[in-house]
């Protein structure tokens, strides 16, 4: 029989990416130029200058938006203690993290992983290699590590209060 496997404790920086920002910009200038190409196909009609400004504007409303997510990628160190993952945002603290960090893209030197604080406002990391190489394998294991899905859930302060002490019954309804 096997012992249990436990990650190790890890502290990996992130932050804004140099890659996530050049793919952010690839599709920007694909919406651009997809932009342009119907701008020079349907001026047919009369409405060519208005079809010009909804058009251009609708693509520098999105490319800006991407350009202010990108901004807004959150920055520290994401951290697994054995017990609980935390986010430490420098001078803004540490915050526990609700659950796992779960992964929705793995391409081996880079990770895209999304999490929640404790009051349900999410959060997007894009991880390198680069960031820490000699963090990168410890960082892997702890974010596939079985060990985090039986960790007890963080309780916020306020749940805390509120709460039932244990064994205590709860009228039905």
Same mark, same amino acid.
């Given at each position: 029989?096997?012992?249990? %496997? #436990?990650?190790?404790? *890890?502290?990996?920086?992130?932050?804004?990416?140099?890659?996530?920002?050049?793919?952010?910009?690839?599709?920007?200038?694909?919406?651009?130029?997809?932009?342009?190409?119907?701008?020079? *196909?349907?001026?047919?009609?009369? %409405?060519?200058?208005?079809?010009?400004?909804?058009?251009?504007?609708?693509?520098?409303?999105?490319?800006?938006?991407?350009?202010?997510?990108?901004?807004?990628?959150?920055?520290? #160190?994401?951290?697994?203690?054995?017990?609980?993952?935390?986010?430490? @945002?420098?001078?803004?603290?540490?915050?526990?993290?609700?659950?796992?960090?779960?992964? #929705?893209?793995?391409?081996?030197?880079?990770?895209?992983?999304?999490?929640?604080?404790?009051?349900?406002?999410?959060?997007? %990391?894009?991880? @390198?290699?680069?960031? !820490?190489?000699?963090?990168?394998?410890?960082?892997?294991?702890?974010?596939? /590590?079985?060990?985090? !899905?039986?960790?007890?859930?963080?309780?916020?302060?306020? !749940?805390?209060?509120? /709460? @039932?002490? @244990?064994?205590?019954?709860?009228?039905?309804?």
């Amino acid at each position: 029989m096997h012992a249990p %496997f #436990h990650a190790p404790a *890890v502290r990996y920086p992130c932050g804004r990416s140099a890659l996530s920002a050049w793919a952010l910009a690839a599709v920007a200038g694909c919406g651009l130029a997809c932009t342009l190409a119907w701008l020079m *196909v349907g001026t047919a009609n009369g %409405f060519a200058g208005v079809k010009a400004i909804v058009g251009l504007g609708l693509w520098l409303l999105c490319a800006a938006s991407a350009w202010r997510g990108w901004r807004a990628l959150e920055g520290g #160190h994401l951290a697994w203690d054995g017990g609980q993952w935390w986010l430490d @945002e420098g001078a803004a603290g540490e915050s526990p993290i609700r659950a796992a960090p779960r992964v #929705h893209l793995d391409l081996q030197s880079q990770l895209l992983l999304s999490a929640q604080t404790l009051q349900g406002r999410p959060l997007w %990391f894009w991880l @390198e290699r680069r960031s !820490d190489p000699l963090q990168w394998a410890a960082l892997r294991r702890a974010v596939y /590590s079985p060990a985090h !899905d039986n960790a007890p859930a963080p309780v916020a302060a306020t !749940d805390a209060a509120t /709460s @039932e002490p @244990e064994g205590a019954a709860s009228p039905k309804t």
